[in-house]
């Protein structure tokens, strides 16, 4: 700066400046240059293996939160360039040809970089997709074959210490962020590699920005809050990517507030397929499954009984382990919360019906198949249903009591519904039996008294 206080043509930030812009055109330099540098699959292979070994997943990721990622990538390969653990020389254009093969996203780079893109799908090598705002849209780009595409995808999954290839075509997993990857080769495709990744969305929500947002009313917010306070058990449903899990996540960050008598608690344990909850809630213990040493769904909810639990979740039911979580639900274990895909609150209930027979002769009701419609209609209390509608938008569309089964149908009470884009409380509601003894029975009910 100058005596005046004007940025002077020798000052540090000009300094800076110019060194940024001299980077970037020298990088642009060696990345052409880059192109036409042969790198071996095994000089590859040996140098992803040390880049891996020497930085940690949360900077090799593509949503790494670290701004010197690709400085600290590319700083990582030189150092091993020079170590001479490959035959190649440690030039500008020779790192700048790894990292490419090594870390480059192509066509996704300036995808993964806007933090307003939700998720990114690779439908093949020459249609990209990212939802904004819940809504899909198609870009403009495109890799330039369809063996860029796969080596692309490849690259991803590798670069987080995965395996996919021929022999293991379907991959699956979190990146360090929460984001998920989901990815998929030949031979279990017909147009060549495709991908999805949805972005782990860093903020948690309370019941107050559902109503903010438009997607619930403050009744129906208020009328959750006390379910919640009350120890009710919730079946949360609605179609794909209606927003059930991140409802759910809600529901658990909810409980930090609703404290008994004398500062009490409840200890919660989640139970998931993939880890996707991250509810902003102290007192939680979550289990998840795996491949590697044969866990599955059943094997956590059953374990989770034994653990002191005071709310048991299982982040999604789509199996036998919908047995579990009535078991819990109707023997007033634990208060229970669980997902399900459905279209409607009824449809719900009926696909908990064929889950836990899918549990066959290792279910706790196998012996009384035509008692389950009752099971079921007096163990959850509520049922929130969620839309996504055409605009992208998740509301709460409809919440429905559970007062029994009679005559094949489960006898439901509506609470609130969303009708013509208004929310609206059953005029003629009252709270059914079942819920008005919880809601006056339990520690926490007498703690808001």
């Avoid at 049922?383 to 938008?393: E, F, S």
């Amino acid at each position: 700066m100058d005596p005046q206080g004007n940025l002077s043509p020798f000052g540090g930030e000009h300094r800076d400046l110019a060194q940024s812009h001299l980077m970037a055109s020298l990088r642009m330099a060696w990345a052409m240059r880059a192109e036409g540098i042969e790198l071996s699959e095994d000089d590859l292979d040996v140098l992803r293996e040390h880049l891996v070994k020497s930085l940690p997943l949360s900077v090799l990721s593509p949503f790494s939160a670290d701004p010197a990622r690709e400085g600290k990538i590319r700083r990582s390969i030189t150092q091993l360039l020079s170590g001479g653990v490959v035959d190649l020389p440690p030039s500008p254009e020779v790192v700048e040809a790894v990292y490419q093969r090594l870390a480059g996203l192509g066509p996704l780079e300036s995808l993964v970089r806007d933090p307003a893109i939700t998720e990114i799908i690779v439908e093949g090598w020459d249609s990209i997709l990212v939802e904004r705002d819940g809504v899909m849209f198609p870009t403009n780009l495109h890799f330039g074959s369809e063996e860029e595409a796969l080596d692309v995808v490849q690259r991803l999954v590798l670069l987080m210490g995965q395996r996919i290839n021929r022999a293991q075509p379907l991959v699956s997993f979190n990146l360090p962020d929460g984001s998920r990857m989901t990815a998929a080769i030949a031979p279990a495709t017909v147009r060549g590699a495709t991908l999805a990744i949805r972005r782990f969305r860093a903020t948690r929500f309370r019941l107050t920005d559902w109503v903010e947002k438009g997607s619930m009313s403050q009744e129906m917010a208020a009328y959750i809050k006390e379910g919640l306070r009350a120890g009710l058990n919730f079946l949360i449903s609605g179609t794909v990517s209606a927003g059930k899990t991140t409802f759910l996540e809600t529901c658990l960050t909810e409980l930090a507030g609703l404290a008994g008598p004398g500062g009490a608690v409840r200890s919660v344990v989640t139970i998931e397929d993939t880890h996707e909850l991250h509810p902003d809630y102290r007192h939680i213990r979550q289990l998840v499954t795996s491949s590697e040493v044969g866990l599955t769904m059943r094997d956590l909810a059953k374990i989770a009984l034994r653990m002191r639990p005071d709310v048991i979740v299982i982040g999604e039911t789509r199996g036998a382990e919908a047995a579990d979580m009535l078991y819990t639900m109707s023997a007033g274990i634990a208060m229970g919360l669980t997902t399900i895909h459905a279209a409607t609150p009824e449809g719900a209930l009926r696909r908990m019906m064929v889950y836990v027979q899918m549990a066959g002769t290792d279910s706790p009701y196998h012996e009384v198949p035509h008692l389950l419609g009752n099971i079921i209609g007096d163990s959850i209390d509520v049922v929130v249903h969620l839309v996504r509608l055409p605009d992208g938008a998740r509301k709460v569309a409809s919440v429905v009591e559970v007062e029994g089964y009679a005559g094949q149908q489960f006898r439901l009470r509506e609470v609130f519904c969303l009708e013509e884009g208004r929310f609206l409380k059953a005029p003629d509601y009252s709270p059914s039996p079942r819920v008005t003894r919880k809601l006056n029975d339990t520690l926490f009910s007498a703690a808001r008294r």
